[in-house]
């Protein structure tokens, strides 16, 4: 056993990582373990042995290259889908502004009182979006409001505003609300 003590020290294992355990019978040596045996101690001597090929560091940069460019396209799509967000969900404000303007007008068919009809109430308004503007990015829009009377008996309105806004130059949108209204009481 003697013998087993001596080669663990030395740091011979098996391939399974047990210390291999040699012991004597008869005059000779009995291995208990039959597997490839190696050195902890020894390392491989090997010049560029750890190194890259030029062919492996090519294909690296390549696909490095290929993931940033493709990180930074997708970064300049998400800003531009969310810039696109802010001008529409602005429109649709703008839009809703002006129809709270439009509803809270009096409108009394019974007694005579008519002013939702008010020409000021129905002009096209051209304004900015209400959004945060530094110097250039000022986006601007125009409120076309549309009222027409459904029925007269019972009278209903249907108010119409359509907010029209440019983005970036490239097209024009239109954001539509719409409501029914029903007289003063």
């Known amino acids: 056993m003697r013998t087993a003590w001596i080669l663990a020290a030395r740091g011979l294992r098996s391939c399974d990582g047990r210390v291999i355990a040699i012991t004597a019978k008869g005059g000779g040596c009995l291995i208990e373990s039959c597997m490839k ?3 902890l101690d020894r390392k491989r001597k ?3 042995a750890g190194a890259f ?3 492996e560091v090519i294909m690296a940069g390549a696909i490095t290259a290929v993931l ?3 990180i930074v396209d997708t970064y300049t799509l998400a800003s531009y889908k969310s810039q696109f967000a802010a001008c529409s969900l602005a429109a649709n404000m703008q839009a809703m502004k002006k129809i709270e303007q439009v509803i809270f007008a009096s409108w009394v068919p019974s007694y005579g009182i008519t002013n939702i009809f008010n020409p000021a109430l129905t002009n096209a308004d051209p304004e900015n ?3 945060p503007v530094a110097i250039t990015n000022v986006v601007s829009c125009t409120n076309y409001t549309t009222i027409t009377q459904l029925s007269a008996n019972p009278p209903y309105l249907m108010i119409t505003v359509n907010c029209v806004w440019g983005f970036n130059g490239l097209a024009t949108y239109t954001n539509t609300v719409a409501v029914l209204r029903g007289p003063n009481l």
């Open 46 to 48: 090997v010049a560029g």
């Open 129 to 131: 979006l209400e959004m």
């Open 37 to 39: 045996f190696y050195a």
């Open 53 to 55: 090929t030029l062919a």
């Open 68 to 70: 940033c460019a493709g």
